[in-house]
C-alpha cells in the first residue's frame, strides 16, 4: 500500500476525525466495542498535557517551561477494559479532563508543535501493537494519513452547542473550533479521503452503523465483529 517505512509496522487504525461535539467519542467507542479494536480519545491526552501544566502553573504561552515540564514527565498511555488510559507521572488525571479551565486552555497547549509531536508518537506507539479507532482533528490527515479508513463526523454548530450544554459543561466550542481550524500546525481538516458524515439528525448507532457497512465495503477483515 506504499507506507512510508516508519509506517509499515502499524496495525489497522480507524480514525474519526471533526469538531467539538460532533458526537465522535460516542460513536468511536461504541465502533471500536464492535470491532474489537482498542479505543484511543486523542482529545484526552491533549487534556492530560494540558491539566499536568495547569497544575504546574504553567501558562499556554510560556513555551519554555513547557518544553522543559514536558521533557521531565512521564506520559504513559497504557490499555484498560480495552480503553486507551493516559497517566502522567503517575497521576491518572481523568476525573479532571472536562474540567472548565481545561476547556479554557486546551487548544491553546495542543497547538504547540511540541505537545503535537509528543501525541503523535504516543499515538504511533499504540499502533504498533493494537488494531485502533481514534478520534481527534487529525487523525486521519497528519498522523495516520496511510489508513484508507477516514470518517469525518459533523453536526451543526446549533446541534453540537445542544449537545454539549446537555452534558452539563460549560465549554466554549465556538472559540475551540475557530482556534482548533486556523490553527498553522495540523488544523482541522476534512482528510480528502475522508467518508463524510452529518450526524445532526442521526442517533449514535446510525452512525456507527454507517461506518460498520462502509468499513465492510472496503474489505476491512473483521474477526471479533459484534453487531
Ligand atoms: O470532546 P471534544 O470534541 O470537545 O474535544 P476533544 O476531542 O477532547 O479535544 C480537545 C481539544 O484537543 C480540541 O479542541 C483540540 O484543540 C485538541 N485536539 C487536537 O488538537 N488534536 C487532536 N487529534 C485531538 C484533540
Known sequence: MGLRSSQREFHRVVAIDGPAASGKSSVARELAGRLGFIYVN?????????????????????????????????????????ESRILVDNVDPAAHLRDDRVNESVSRISRLPLVRQIVGQKLHERARSDDLVVEGRDIGSVVFPQTPYKFYVDASPEVRLRRRAAQGERDEIVLRDHADFSRSVSPLVIAEDAYVIDTSHLAIEAVVNKIMARLKQMGLQIWRCRD
Do not use: F, M, P
Not at 484526552?44 to 504546574?56: G, S
Not at 504561552?61 to 512521564?74: C, G, H, K, V, Y
Open 42 to 82: 486523542s482529545g484526552a491526552i491533549y487534556r492530560a498535557i494540558t491539566w499536568y501544566l495547569l497544575e504546574k502553573d504553567i501558562n499556554a504561552e510560556d513555551t519554555d517551561r513547557i518544553a522543559q515540564a514536558l521533557e521531565s514527565a512521564a506520559i504513559t498511555c497504557c490499555i484498560q477494559a480495552s
